[in-house]
């Protein structure tokens, strides 16, 4: 019976595995067209072409026309109160909410259609941030650090000019070149840091360095597991793909947090116990965080070990959270202003944070603005009338940033242009029995559901001249209009950049909106304000383009900007 077997053996030709190839491929092919892209049935695709495979097809066109894609979805659909199916180059495709949906899409509860959930599974969070708790800092953002902006202004104008005066230098004579990608990173990070973990970090280069590695570790990890593995992988390659980013993450806590939680921890435990203990906190989430768990008498949730673990994760994710990319070769997509990537590098860049990549867009949109509106001089102007060079005010002026009218519509302007993605206010369905949409169709349990933000915001009906950036557009009345008698008492306002609405979707919607967009206008506006009205700049000829990856709209980062500082 042996010597049958490899009698039978011998005869095995390879020449017969090979043309089992293409059947097999074929076969592979229609089990992800008719099983892992058939949900929904009953709801239409954009980009959905006929042909063989059209759904794989319209995943795999996905990678050069998320914007414009998207665009024409909402046109056919989303613009006449339709849900669509965005197809998605991961094989992960997405319901789109229409624009007269997203109030009943909003008010949805987090059982129902859960941000959490989704968020878990886009960015494998299970796998390289475990333990990651959402709500643990929620209440020390809403009532302590939002609330404090103001008094703390300060504070970040310092890290501000500190920062950009060291990236862009004091000679007031001659040109210099900078990359804005980089001077961004330089003030912003820094001013967040600051009110995140405090001055002793913000300020350390050997800090910066470990947060950076692990934030490239971070990134490859997420877009590894969480985009490209499949589901039934996870499990198994899910922890050895974290394995370095784990590590890193470890690293941080044992070095930085830890040591810093600690102390902070210990006197503060004291001050609470004896009032008369000399100690006054620096102003931080740290310390807001540690007062409100300790007011609770909650010691356990309060451990310098708990907190800092807590807290590696929760800065990281701040420096990670909209941005993430992992470019290899040319792939990507343009915005509406047309983009490509080419990087050769198999490397996860590190992006900062979605603030980094707003104050980016603002600036490219205001150096590339036409000439006869004046941007600049207008913004300039304004900021030299509202700032107060008298002693204790200055850049630490708590009423400096409200009087700011007109920088504060080109900052939503440039938000509404340039959403960190184009799609908003992700969530994932989470009933077993699945929901029903106010249209009648049935989606099933783990089906994923999002808004498409480029397309509303690009909504000729909503905003006229969608394409084009009008820095004064959410104002009541633009620089050197004329008005009427009766209205030229009425003060210039505008909308407010952190207000969510239908319609502008930058920071998300509904109840899962940022919770840290006070923090991020605050640290945009003082960023832009500060720059215009100590540098003199040149305009661009040309907008640089921003990149498309994954979802997220980045910005060229390879940019530069030719700056002068103004005389005093």
Known sequence: MLETAFDSFSYWNPIWALSLSPILAITFLFWVEKWLLSSPNNLP?????????????????????????????????????????????????????????????????????STREHRFEKLALEFVLPGHNDTFFLDAIHHKMTRNLVKLQGVLAEEVSRNMDAALGADTENWVEANVWVTVEKAIVSALMRILAGQSVCRNDTFWKDAKGFVNAFGLSSILIGRILPKFLRPILGWPLSGLTLIRQRKLMNKWYTPLVEERFTNMLKKSQDPDFDYTPPQDL?????????????????????????????????????PISIPWGRSGSSTKRGSHVDISNFQVSVAGTSVQIATTNIIYDMLSSPSDMKVREHLYNEIVNALDTSSGKGWADQDLLPRLVFLNSAIRESLRCNPPTVVSAERKVVPKEGITLPSGQQLPKGARLGVPVVGIHSDENIYPNAAKYEPFRFCNHKPGEEVDEKDAAIPVTSTGVVNITDIFLSFGAGKSACPGRWLASHVMKLTVAYLLYNYELKPYSQRPVNNVIFGNIIPNKEATMIVRRRKA
């Open 45 to 113: 695709w954009m980009g959905e072409r006929s042909g063989f495979f059209p759904r794989i097809s319209a995943c795999l066109r996905d990678k050069n026309e998320s914007v414009s894609g998207l665009n024409a979805g909402y046109s056919t659909f989303g613009s006449k109160g339709k849900f669509f199916v965005k197809p998605d180059m991961a094989f992960q495709p997405q319901i789109m909410v229409s624009r007269e949906h997203i109030r009943w899409f909003s008010d949805q509860s987090q059982d129902v259609l």
């Open 286 to 322: 740290i310390t807001w965080t540690l007062d409100s768990l300790l007011r609770t008498g909650n010691v356990e949730r309060s451990s310098p070990n708990n907190i800092s673990r807590r807290l590696a994760i929760m800065v990281s994710r701040s420096l990670v959270e909209k």
